[in-house]
């Protein structure tokens, strides 16, 4: 089983729909990253969290640490938001860089 | 203020020569880490650098794959004999010193061993 979990594995939305991204982890964590990969392969970090509720834009992240869960959500989805949404836990008590990281959610985003 | 530079971005290799990858942190940026991602699979720890000093190699293959951050210049990634299974895009990430979470990725080198 791996240490860090997506669902879904992959997801088709109408442009302006809600949606969720669900990440679930089964190791002590630091910290916890949200990164995106476009198409053409390069990443983005969108949000680093340790506890609690971050919103920038239409991205809101929010995590609970006593359930070993974490969800990326998207409002108002457009077409642009179509990547790969990768989710990575820093496992406490491992070196800062050494970050686990989900297989990834692939979200297309139909206009 | 630029961000994390790699090149080359693509690069094609044959079947046991060396690979060279590059990575040029972000300004003031002390700490670089170094990322494989394989077809069809996720990202995976390689290593992490400050300046002169590995301080985390646990993902490196034990053999063919070395990596430093030398005092002046960017940090290589270095695989020698190169072999198909290497095929793959190379992330290199870099984070100021003292901001230990932070994270800013490179466009990435996509490798290709024919």
């Known amino acids: 089983k791996n240490e860090v979990e997506q669902s879904p594995q992959n997801l088709t939305a109408q442009e302006g729909e809600f949606i969720t991204i669900n990440c679930s982890y089964s190791v002590g964590i630091s910290a916890l990253h949200w990164l995106q990969q476009h198409p053409g392969g390069g990443i983005v970090s969108l949000f680093m969290?340790?506890?609690g509720k971050k919103k920038h834009g239409r991205l809101i992240a929010t995590i609970n640490i006593q359930e070993k869960h974490s969800s990326l959500h998207i409002t108002a989805s457009h077409p642009r938001d179509s990547a790969v949404y990768i989710c990575?836990?820093?496992?406490?008590?491992?070196?800062?860089?050494?970050?686990?990281f989900g297989k990834g959610t692939k979200l297309s985003v139909k206009p | 203020n630029a961000g994390v530079m790699q090149n080359p971005r693509h690069l094609v290799r044959r079947r046991g020569q060396e690979a060279r990858l590059r990575c040029s942190p972000m300004?003031?940026?002390?700490?670089v880490y170094w990322y494989r991602q394989l077809p069809e699979e996720g990202l995976k720890f390689m290593v992490y650098?400050?300046?002169?000093?590995?301080?985390?190699e646990s993902g490196m293959p034990k053999e063919r794959f070395s990596a430093e951050f030398p005092k002046e210049g960017p940090s290589i990634l270095r695989i020698q004999q190169v072999v198909r299974g290497d095929s793959a895009a190379y992330f290199c990430?870099?984070?100021?010193?003292?901001?230990?979470?932070?994270?800013?990725f490179g466009p990435g080198t996509r490798l290709t061993v024919t």
């Open positions: 990575a836990v820093m496992n406490y008590g491992g070196s800062q860089g050494n970050l686990i």
């Open positions: 990430a870099s984070s100021p010193l003292g901001q230990k979470y932070e994270q800013y």
């Open positions: 650098l400050q300046k002169e000093n590995i301080i985390d």
């Open positions: 969290l340790s506890s």
């Open positions: 300004k003031g940026h002390s700490h």
